[in-house]
């Protein structure tokens, strides 16, 4: 199994910057991708940015150009960092990683951002 705990999140200003941290712990040697998803109120979740193993990117158009998506190896820790930041971002996002046992899911982190 896969532990992960995500942090960073908080409140910003539109057109300010977070960095969201995902530190993972337990079963990594079969980990496909990881990714980060948001879950805004009334809304659909939506995948925002994927990561895999050979450190393939991929991003939603909703953020591509303001976001990236990132690790470190040696902290088993891996990053979202956004900017430009628009009150359209204001979710609850959550990282979670694919590997052969399937998806686990961290337990979210507020970003808010005010107009």
């Known amino acids: 199994q896969v532990q992960l705990v995500e942090s960073g999140g908080g409140l910003v200003q539109a057109g300010g910057s977070l960095r969201l941290s995902c530190a993972a712990s337990?079963?990594?040697?079969?980990?496909?991708?990881m990714n980060w998803y948001r879950q805004a109120p009334r809304k659909q979740r939506e995948l925002v940015a994927t990561i895999t193993s050979g450190g393939s990117t991929n991003y939603a158009d909703s953020v591509k150009g303001r976001f990236t998506i990132s690790r470190d190896n040696a902290k088993n820790t891996w990053y979202l960092q956004m900017v430009s930041l628009k009150p359209e971002d204001t979710a609850v996002y959550y990282c979670?990683?694919?590997?052969?046992?399937?998806?686990?899911w961290g337990q979210g982190t507020q970003v808010t951002v005010s107009s």
């Open positions: 337990g079963s990594l040697f079969s980990l496909y991708a």
């Open positions: 979670v990683s694919t590997t052969g046992f399937g998806n686990t």
